[in-house]
């Protein structure tokens, strides 16, 4: 199966190493034509604010906004996917019924790694916060799949998972492992 990763700015290799671990293929996507034959969309972590110029200059937003792919978004990648960001007018590709706020971890700790329990997941995910965002309000239909310090960390609704830290930058294959497995398999459209 092909996976796409957004690689318009961010860590897309380390995404692209995750996906063939899982044994799947990945596939960069740098222009609109790329999206054809993929059957999930990673998107990933960066700076969203960059993400967000680029993905209008090459006409991904409009073109996301409407798509039923399945998405997985991390740190940067589930701030395009929210709805809501704390101080901003509008999301980007509003496809999460809930608030994120940027960088919100705080500045003397911008990094740190912790160990999490995540719900569907067997055994702790190894986990790497870089200037993280985290969840701060999720609607009905979101399921909450992990906190960090009261905070939440990891959400999924529907076919859209989004995590504020970075699996990618870990050996850790098992959110990957349950994007392509709970998500893409079982949704399969
Ligand atoms: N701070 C970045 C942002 O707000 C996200 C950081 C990351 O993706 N590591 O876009």
Do not use: W
């Not at 999720?138 to 960390?153: A, H, K, P, Q, T």
Request: hydrophobic share 40%; net charge negative.
């Amino acid at each position: 199966m092909q996976i796409g990763i957004l690689a318009l700015q961010g860590a897309v290799r380390e995404h692209a190493r995750h996906i063939e671990i899982c044994g799947h293929t990945p596939k960069l996507i740098k222009r609109i034509e790329d999206l054809d034959g993929i059957e999930g969309l990673v998107l990933p972590g960066g700076e969203s604010t960059t993400m967000r110029r680029l993905m209008d200059l090459y006409g991904f937003t409009e073109v996301l906004r409407e798509s039923d792919l399945p998405m997985y978004g991390t740190c940067a990648g589930l701030i395009l996917l929210a709805e809501n960001i704390v101080g901003y007018e509008e999301g980007h590709l509003n496809k999460m019924n809930i608030t994120v706020e940027r960088n919100s971890f705080g500045r003397q700790v911008d990094s740190f790694e912790a160990d999490l329990d995540v719900l569907g997941i067997e055994n702790h995910v190894n986990a790497i916060f870089i200037r993280a965002p985290h969840i701060v309000a999720v609607g009905d239909n979101v399921e909450v799949l992990s906190e960090v310090e009261g905070r939440i960390v990891a959400v999924r609704q529907d076919n859209h998972l989004g995590i504020s830290f970075h699996p990618e930058l870990t050996n850790d294959i098992k959110i990957m492992n349950y994007f392509i497995e709970e998500i893409i398999m079982k949704n399969a459209h």
